[in-house]
């Protein structure tokens, strides 16, 4: 006798096995059961992965037996990998399902093989391999529609957390229901918190890259939202690990960003976002990575009040630039070193590498030619600030 075709042999023993599909996965089910912990399927999941296991046998089997063509039944897996999403479980899960599916159906392929003969036996192990590309690709489809399914549900669950971060940002925060209710939409925690802002320029940039990921690889959850001109995060962050969050941000920075202090509940969000929003604008010693309006809380003054802080630079370094003409850039840079000596006039004219009457001199023609002193206490916060906004405006 002939020997058979692999294909035809694998044809007739898997139409066979249909008409036992019960017994298939009265063996399979307890298989697929005994490898998760215990306790992990209730009687509903447990009735729900029956019938599962018993369409997609069947369906593996009709494929194997030539009765649809291959691409037809991929809706099968496809459900299961979505529905493997849906109920919060591992994508290796199903992938794990096919395989142990694959070796209980080769078992019983093999026991009709035997009771046919050696003729049988043989073609079938010629035609094992069509075996495990079908499951392979039953695998695979459910692979792709588990990543898709991920892939909407982490949308929209990203959208839900902007719109609730957005609401919150808008005041909301001061309904404790809402404020409830949005700690577990956001997924961040109850607190403490850091509020950061990024300011676009121009809008369409960012001026974070990949804020959120590299918060994630830290440890740190986030949630962010975007407006035209700015990003804003609310960050989780432990108590006195506020460095942690700027050494995490500080190599996404492409703009100028600006960090909150720690708040302890979302209904301080609006305030925090103002604060990090001031830090953001300040200029000054940091004039690039994550700020901190303690690192210049003179600067922040002038940021917040702008009005005051265009006063205070005509009446002063406005002023003195209009009368020094020419003179006007050295008197300025003579202040600020005198300034950074902390008022110290021999310090100044060491740092700036002239002579202390030197020095001296162009402190006084300062003073006359604005009418404020440079010594008196009051008068020199003022010059501060208005170095400050001179700094702002550049």
Request: aromatic share 4%; with cysteine; charged share 25%.
């Amino acid at each position: 006798m002939a020997p058979l075709k692999s294909k035809e042999t694998l044809q007739e023993l898997s139409r066979a096995l249909l008409a036992d599909v019960p017994a298939v996965c009265h063996q399979l089910v307890p298989v697929l059961v005994a490898v998760e912990p215990p306790g992990f399927y209730d009687d509903e999941a447990l009735a729900d992965l029956r019938v599962a296991a018993e369409h997609a046998v069947r369906q593996v089997l009709r494929v194997l037996a030539g009765d649809l063509p291959e691409g037809a039944v991929l809706d099968v897996p496809r459900t299961a990998g979505r529905r493997q999403v849906q109920q919060n479980l591992p994508l290796e899960g199903v992938l794990r399902g096919y395989r142990l599916a694959g070796g209980v159906l080769w078992e019983h392929l093999v026991a009709l093989a035997r009771e046919a003969g050696p003729p049988t036996r043989d073609a079938l192990l010629e035609g094992a391999g069509d075996i495990w590309r079908v499951l392979d690709l039953f695998s695979q489809a459910a692979s792709d529609a588990y990543r898709e399914e991920e892939s909407l549900l982490r949308l929209r669950d990203d959208r839900v957390q902007a719109s609730v971060l957005g609401a919150l940002l808008d005041g909301r925060g001061a309904d404790p229901q809402f404020a409830r209710d949005s700690i577990g939409a956001l997924g961040v925690g109850t607190g403490p918190f850091v509020c950061v802002v990024g300011l676009t320029e121009p809008a369409d940039h960012l001026a974070l890259e990949n804020a959120r990921e590299r918060l994630r690889l830290g440890g740190v959850a986030s949630v962010w939202v975007t407006y035209a001109g700015s990003e804003v995060g609310l960050v989780a962050v432990q108590p006195a690990a506020e460095k942690r969050i700027r050494e995490l941000l500080e190599p996404a920075v492409r703009g100028r960003a600006g960090m909150s202090p720690v708040f302890a509940e979302v209904s301080e969000l609006p305030r925090a976002r103002r604060l990090a929003d001031t830090a953001a604008r300040c200029e000054g010693t940091r004039a690039h990575g994550l700020r901190v309006l303690d690192d210049d809380l003179l600067a922040g003054l002038v940021v917040e009040a702008p009005l005051v802080g265009s006063m205070i630079y005509e009446r002063t370094v406005g002023r003195l630039l209009d009368a020094a003409g020419p003179d006007g850039p050295a008197l300025l840079s003579t202040l600020r070193a005198f300034f950074e000596a902390e008022a110290s006039l021999n310090i100044a004219a060491a740092n700036s590498f002239v002579h202390r009457n030197t020095m001296l001199y162009r402190l006084n023609k300062i003073e006359k030619l604005t009418g404020l002193s440079v010594r008196e206490l009051h008068d020199q916060v003022v010059w501060v600030l208005a170095l400050k906004e001179f700094d702002n405006c550049r």
